[in-house]
């Protein structure tokens, strides 16, 4: 995905290692279930954005956008 700050500074806070790892245990806790639900894109994309704002408490982080959205349900033995 991709996140559009309305400066240069909130986007290279969102660089930053703090951020990649609480958008890595973000997505740890989700489901297929979750991401494949009719709304389950719209509700990512919201999450994101908090998440990452939340976690640079700078510049706000205005438009994500995914570039791909795959969802790879794990079968059970």
Request: no cysteine; net charge positive; hydrophobic share 45%.
């Amino acid at each position: 995905f991709e996140v559009f700050f309305p400066d240069e500074q909130g986007a290279q806070m969102a660089t930053s290692g703090q951020v990649r790892e609480d958008v890595l245990l973000f997505f740890r806790d989700k489901t297929a279930a979750q991401l494949l639900a009719p709304r389950g894109r719209d509700a990512l994309r919201a999450e994101l954005l908090r998440l990452i704002n939340a976690s640079i408490g700078g510049p706000k982080a205005i438009k994500l956008y995914f570039l791909d959205y795959l969802v790879i349900k794990a079968e059970k033995p």
